[in-house]
């Protein structure tokens, strides 16, 4: 298990050098100066410890060597081809060198300092705009004590782990986002998560080379773990330089700050198995565009790019249509990617997932499997054919889903909802083919000795073991096995005629308040069918009021009824007029008109697909249904909770009276004793 007392007092320590920011920086500008001073010590970390490896290996050979031509031959070696280490730095300076030079220089040896790197790491710190932020620490002051506390701050790979610094890096950018106010949408995820998640991956290591994908890899806890517990679970040495030489992993982040850690973390490891690109992954990518887009949608020869596993846990509740979204661009895979549908504007979770989709290998080159990490929202929100809706039937239809794992609450940093893991294949077993399993892990947890934000609960390897045998075991107490289509229903359109408290067919009368035109009426009479009296009074020329009744059937036309009648009521004044004045007359009438109709209900019925449609509307309202329309297409929700549900009868009333008495006496003590402090 992670150390995290060893994490909250390595965080703590870091986190001073936010305090030391206070009142010269806002809370949202603290992110700007510590994530890349983290990341340069860090990287400094392994450079030292390369150096000295180096050195040592001279000095077995060479115990004789000077320390001047020593230091020459390191330098030497680290900026040569057949470097040991994965980047470099030409200048001759450290963090701890530059705290203890002239400060009044310390500005020019610093820049020096960063200017010297290797362009894999000018990369990371142009990411992170980092230039900028040092001239305003100068302006500020603030170079000095930053500098001075991290020349000397234990980041190394040898002292914490990339698994431990992935906790730090997430504890910090949480901290972050609160003092900055924020509403993060990105909910770091827990690494006993991502493992739950790569063990479902059942990923299979043989002599080909695997591809793993994250569009939305955040700094890389997600690629970095699923490798890490690949060589953990090695057999043995041989087994784990093939994981280390086969597998690749490949990830886009879109916010430049994530990938600088991402890319510098996978630096760090020396991870040469690895394309990180940073870049929006839901719109396609343009070269010249300031924001690239999806730079993992073709290979070098232009082939589309497809990968052996996926695993994301995308942003919740992101906005990506609107006048800040980015619509336009999404609506270029419309044909392609999108053609299922797109989700509402304020949440791209699932353009995420049919990128991934867009991304799995054909089943004949041995397909693909994802697990993906969601929030609530895509499994129900959206009705009958909307955008979401349609993505769920469509990835239902293609048989796509094979899981769905319902995780604990309070296991996230920033947010303590309940979420949820679905793993997809297209390349089902046999068992599993036009199947669902749902999962109820929602009881596997412990609670966490000591929380990090909301994240109050933890789940142990034997959690997930437990998860892992019930998806394996397939049919379990906390599973249940549904038909694809049983996520399907009809949405239907009704109307039935109402009726009143003896069950009688019930009428109602309404004013007419539309535009008197022939086809605001003809919509009347068709909808109702039946026989509609229409009850006229108005107000003609000179004050001359006019009243009469018509019932007309649907195929008699009321305007035409309308103005029979008026002009036998005023015959003797349209005399001497012509049709286009008496016209113009009648239309310049006030008039109002009630009519007394069925009193029908409209009404939508949502009808498990495979029910008889018209027996189900007949048996569920029980009334005259006049007509009804199913929609052209299924719709389709998943509803988890609603499928575990257990029903729990309320205390007996005897048992809650006692209670109530029981507070009510211990109410009466509590004032009692308050009335005698009081005298």
């Known amino acids: 298990m992670i150390n995290k007392d060893k994490l909250n007092n390595l965080t703590n320590e870091i986190w001073k050098s936010a305090e030391r920011l206070r009142g010269k920086f806002k809370a949202y500008e603290y992110q700007n100066v510590i994530m890349p001073m983290i990341v340069i010590r860090r990287l400094e970390c392994v450079l030292l410890d390369g150096r000295k490896k180096i050195a040592e290996e001279k000095l077995q050979k060479n115990p004789d060597i000077s320390k001047e031509d020593l230091e020459k031959f390191v330098k030497t070696k680290e900026m040569s081809n057949s470097s040991p ?16 030079e002239d400060h009044t220089q310390m500005e020019s040896n610093f820049r020096d300092y960063i200017k010297g790197f290797s362009d894999n790491v000018q990369e990371i710190i142009n990411k992170f705009d980092f230039r900028a932020v040092i001239g305003q620490l100068v302006n500020k002051d603030r170079l000095a004590p930053i500098i001075s506390q991290y020349s000397k701050e234990p980041l ?23 003092q900055s106010g924020e509403e993060a949408g990105e909910h770091f995820t827990p690494r006993e998560v991502i493992r739950l998640m790569v063990e479902l991956l059942d990923i299979k290591v043989t002599n080909k080379r695997i591809s793993i994908y994250d569009p939305a890899c955040g700094t890389g806890g997600m690629l970095s773990v699923a490798k890490e517990h690949l060589l953990e679970n090695a057999s043995n040495e041989e087994e784990k330089e093939n994981i280390d030489k086969l597998v690749t992993l490949y990830g886009q982040e879109l916010q430049d700050q994530n990938y600088a850690i991402c890319q510098s973390d996978m630096l760090i490891k020396g991870d040469k198995n690895s394309l990180i690109t940073c870049g929006n992954s839901l719109v396609p990518d343009d070269e010249t565009a300031k924001e690239r887009g999806d730079q993992h949608e073709f290979d070098n020869k232009g082939k589309k790019r497809t990968f052996d596993y996926m695993l ?25 990617r999108y053609s299922a549908g797109l989700p509402r504007s304020n949440d791209g979770a699932l353009l995420f997932l049919q990128t991934i989709i867009d991304k799995m290998k054909p089943k004949k080159e041995g397909g693909s499997k994802v697990a993906i ?7 129900s929100n959206g009705d009958c054919g909307s955008g979401e809706s349609e993505i769920r ?26 979420t949820y893991i679905w793993i997809l294949s297209n390349n089902k077993e046999e068992h599993r083919k036009n199947k669902v399993q749902l999962i109820d892990a929602r009881q596997e947890w412990e609670k966490e000795p000591k929380s990090f934000g909301n994240k109050r609960k ?35 359109s009704v109307t039935f005629w109402q009726t009143d408290e003896n069950e009688n067919k019930a009428y109602k009368t309404s ?32 004050d001359k009021e006019f009243a009469f009744t018509l019932t007309l059937k649907a195929d008699k036309p009321f305007m035409t009824h ?7 009521i005023f015959k003797s004044e349209f005399k001497n007029l012509d049709a286009k004045e008496i016209t113009a007359l009648i239309k310049s009438f006030d008039v109002e008109i009630f009519y007394t109709h069925p009193h029908f209900i409209d009404d939508t019925e949502y009808i498990p697909f495979g029910k008889n449609i018209e027996k189900f509307l007949n048996d569920e309202i029980g009334k005259e249904i006049i007509r009804f329309k199913d929609a052209p297409q299924l719709g389709y929700e998943i509803l988890p909770n609603k499928y575990f549900y257990k029903y729990e009868a309320p205390k007996p009333t005897e048992k809650l009276l006692k209670e109530f008495w029981d507070l009510e006496e211990e109410a009466e003590k509590i004032l009692i004793s308050m009335g005698k402090e009081i005298q």
């Open 85 to 100: 280490l994965p980047f470099s730095n030409s200048s001759n300076w450290t963090l701890e060198k530059i705290d203890k």
């Open 156 to 178: 190394g790979p040898e002292y914490i782990s990339n698994l431990e610094m992935g906790y730090i890096y997430e504890e910090l950018l949480r901290k972050f986002s609160e």
């Open 312 to 336: 994301s846990n995308p942003p919740f509740g992101v906005t990506w249509g609107g006048k800040d979204g980015y619509a336009k661009k999404v609506e270029l895979f419309k044909s392609t």
């Open 373 to 379: 990490v969601f929030n609530g929202s895509p499994l």
């Open 393 to 418: 039937r469509d990835i239902l239809e293609r048989d796509l889903l094979e899981a769905i794992v319902m995780l604990p609450d309070q296991l996230f940093y920033n947010t303590g909802i309940f």
């Open 458 to 492: 933890r789940m142990t390897q034997e959690h997930r073991d437990n998860i892992y045998a019930m998806y394996k075991e397939f049919e379990c107490e906390s599973c249940k096995i549904f038909d694809t289509k049983d996520f399907a229903y009809h949405k239907v």
């Open 511 to 542: 004013e007419f308040t539309k535009a008197l035109t022939p086809s605001n009426f003809k919509a009347i009479q068709e909808y109702y069918k039946e026989p509609i009296e229409f009850k006229v009074k108005g107000t003609a020329f000179l």
């Open 562 to 568: 309308y103005n029979k009648e008026l002009k036998k």
